[in-house]
């Protein structure tokens, strides 16, 4: 039995992908040719739009990058007028509530990860009720 772990960041295009594993036993080599086909990134943030609504379903979003795994980051949500909501950090869930708790109200707002001095991404979440 083999275990293969393959990590990719969040710009990888689809397409099919090639490539050979190679491994040993006492003195016998073994070649393996796989192919990997991605049919559509994973979305880094999602849902988008999110309804936190309450009812079980796409009730937060979550802003999952790869680049975050082995540091810390945080995500500053704003309103479209760019003032600061809420900041996330570790846990990079928001649940549609400003930082003192309060739900906002349904609308567009804007987000920016980053790690460090590195922004990773910006972008719009759209919040549904």
Not at 30 to 38: L, V
Not at 63 to 89: C, H, Q, T, W, Y
Request: glycine share 10%.
């Amino acid at each position: 039995e083999a275990r293969l772990k393959i990590k990719t960041a969040t710009t990888i295009r689809p397409g099919t992908y090639r490539f050979q594993v190679q491994g040993h036993v006492l003195d016998i080599h073994r070649f393996a040719n796989c192919e990997i086909r991605i049919l559509q990134p994973p979305a880094p943030v999602m849902p988008n739009p999110f309804t936190a609504n309450g009812d079980g379903f796409n009730d937060q979003v979550t802003f999952k990058f790869p680049e975050l795994e082995n540091r810390s980051g945080r995500v500053l949500i704003f309103d479209m007028a760019g003032r600061k909501i809420i900041e996330l950090s570790d846990y990079l869930v928001w649940t549609g509530h400003d930082e003192n708790g309060n739900a906002l109200s349904p609308g567009a707002y804007l987000y920016v990860v980053e790690a460090g001095d590195d922004v990773l991404a910006r972008g719009v979440i759209g919040l549904a009720k």
